[in-house]
């Protein structure tokens, strides 16, 4: 991902203050589900906090792992009756700088997400303020991450970079930040069943860029898309939340953000077969190089994704529809240059951006499918 690294350090003392309104761990604390260990779900299945814990077992069986504990921690959400996600904190606390301060961190995190990704920022101005402050505060902490290793200054960065970014991660979950970005996802993850597994995930992908630079088959390449991209479908929908009326199950509903994800990175590889292969990168599978084929995969998950946008919350789903759309055109536009993305870039230009908009809002308006 192109751009400048975002590394936005507030002042000492507004650091301080932001550090007061991050809940502590305490008895009360839902982190205290995050702890490392197995999990029993209904299904009889045992989930482990490391989604590659036995590596006899194929990715995709890897990382169901994981979309099991988070779907079990939105499911407990779900039947917690007493818990509104729209409240606000606001008249319990007018006048108190600090907050004016955290609203500050949360409006920078907006900025970003405005300047790198205009359409998507666009959708989630439909959304309520708390979860659209959320969502720019998970994107913010993505985008850092992933400029570890493509930005500017990614020739510097070393497997022990990364260790110290895990590190902090492991502080803002706990209610320590580092710098004012840092504390919106630290208030973020205090307020949603957000789980910290994803996000470890998302570095190790970021570990992978580092030493590995071919993929043999599909079963690695997927394992490596869910780091990079599908992590992001399971930070994101305890935030978005899924509609009071769904019928859908919410492994089902997790299952198809992360399908989004995996799609998105199929998308992203095809797009930049050029540039990657001229930084001594080969993502395509070597045991499967046609590209039609891979296309053809995207588009499946593509497919997959869309049983589950219906199920969000109303007021999220624009957003959700149309970066799927945007990137569905990117395969289009691949196809239309005859695959030739070695030399000639996928592009989607404004106005067929823009285009897809209301064709995005039209359906999220639909409502809950009724495919599950």
């Known amino acids: ?77 779900r039947q917690n009756e007493a818990l509104d996600l729209n409240t606000t904190a606001e008249t319990a606390t007018d006048g108190m700088t600090d907050w004016d301060l955290l609203n500050e961190a949360y409006d920078r995190c907006g900025e970003v997400c405005a300047e790198y990704a205009k359409t998507f920022y666009l959708g989630t101005l439909l959304m ?35 260790d110290r970014w895990e590190k902090r991660l492991d502080d803002l979950f706990q209610g320590r930040p580092y710098d004012m970005l ?30 590995k630079s071919r993929y043999n088959n599909f079963d690695e390449l997927y394992l490596y898309c869910y780091y990079v991209a599908g992590t992001v479908g399971l930070m994101s929908v305890p935030v978005m939340g899924i509609a009071p009326e769904s019928k859908a199950s919410t492994e089902s509903v997790y299952n198809a953000a992360l399908a989004l994800g995996i799609a998105n990175q199929l998308t992203n590889i095809l797009r930049d077969v050029g540039e990657d292969g001229r930084r001594g990168r080969i993502y395509l599978p070597q045991d499967e190089l046609a590209q039609a084929g891979q296309i053809k995969r995207a588009r499946m998950f593509f497919d997959e994704a869309e049983k589950g946008v219906a199920e969000l919350n109303a007021a999220s789903r624009w957003p959700v ?50 495919l599950f």
Request: with cysteine.
């Open 1 to 77: 991902m192109a751009g400048v690294l975002l590394w936005v350090i507030s002042p000492k003392e507004n650091a301080t203050a932001l550090l007061s309104l991050i809940p502590r761990s305490s008895g009360k604390q839902k982190r205290c589900r995050l702890c490392p260990g197995a999990l029993k779900f209904s299904t009889g299945v045992s989930a482990f906090s490391c989604a590659v814990a036995n590596p006899a077992r194929s990715s995709e069986e890897k990382v169901y792992e994981v979309v099991l504990k988070q779907a079990a921690l939105v499911k407990q959400q």
């Open 128 to 162: 309520t303020p708390e979860r659209r402050k959320a969502v720019w505060a998970i994107y913010v902490w993505c985008r850092r991450t992933d400029e570890l290793v493509d930005g500017p200054n990614a020739s510097h960065i070393t497997p022990r970079a990364l």
């Open 182 to 211: 840092d504390a919106a996802l630290s208030d973020t993850v205090s307020k949603y069943p957000v789980d910290i597994q994803p996000f470890k995930d998302m570095i190790e992908g970021m570990r992978l860029d580092l030493r």
């Open 321 to 370: 529809w149309a970066s799927l759309l945007l990137y569905r055109q990117i395969l289009d536009a691949i196809e239309e240059n005859d695959y030739n993305n070695f030399t000639k870039r996928a592009y989607v230009g404004k106005a067929k951006k823009f285009a897809s908009l209301p064709v995005a809002y039209g359906r999220a308006l639909m409502g809950t499918s009724k």
